[in-house]
């Protein structure tokens, strides 16, 4: 298998919990992983987030759960801070976050545990508190507003989590996109909009 073959089944396919599988040869780990680049990791986000729905339906939500877990918390998504990265490739590996929202979060999670989320509810919603992005930064808070615009509560949440949480470094630009959102969306559930309400003056935990 190629480098991103390897890579995706390093990520999603091995067990969740299987010592005796962890000691053996990967071949992401010993064949690619070493001359791994900035600009190759920033391109395999780009793919598979861009392309996230098919690439990731043979996939349990444990285990896409644990992969992207492994890409925003210290893993490749930081590729993009690397000044090797050319802009056109940050700002579309940034933009392709919204199709992984859309193709994985919004099918995937069409129920809400809020008390006891399950690890994908979990990815969804703290995504933009642990993924390595600046919030105030213009294509982030474009990813927001879309995001915000997915007919999905898992998603909408997430947005506005993550744009509470730009309001400490851009509250003229945070704030006014949820205002927009809570004047065109009077209809969406009460709880949902009292939290929106807390995100535009950056109330979120």
């Not at 994908?120 to 294509?139: K, N, Q, R, W, Y």
């Not at 959102?181 to 935990?205: F, I, K, N, S």
Request: hydrophobic share 45%; aromatic share 8%.
């Amino acid at each position: 298998m190629d480098g991103f073959e390897a890579w995706t089944a390093y990520l999603f396919a091995r067990p969740l919990k299987d010592q005796a599988w962890e000691e053996q040869p990967d071949e992401w780990l010993d064949g690619h992983a070493r001359q791994d680049t900035p600009v190759a990791a920033a391109e395999r986000v780009r793919h598979l987030f861009g392309n996230a729905g098919e690439l990731l339906r043979p996939y349990a939500d444990d285990h896409v759960a644990r992969g992207l877990t492994e890409i925003i918390e210290g893993g490749p998504l930081h590729a993009l801070s690397s000044k090797q990265v050319p802009t056109v490739l940050r700002t579309t590996t940034l933009r392709s976050i919204v199709t992984l929202f859309a193709e994985v979060f919004a099918p995937r999670i069409q129920v809400e545990q809020l008390r006891r989320p399950s690890d994908l509810e979990h990815v969804c919603f703290m995504f933009f508190d642990i993924a390595p992005v600046e919030l105030g930064d213009d294509t982030v808070l474009d990813v927001l507003e879309a995001v915000l615009a997915l007919d999905s509560v898992p998603c909408r949440r997430a947005a506005l989590h993550g744009l509470g949480h730009a309001h400490l470094t851009s509250p003229e630009h945070a704030g006014p996109i949820v205002e927009r959102w809570l004047r065109t969306h009077r209809d969406a559930p009460q709880e949902l909009r009292e939290y929106a309400a807390a995100a535009r003056v950056g109330q979120v935990m």
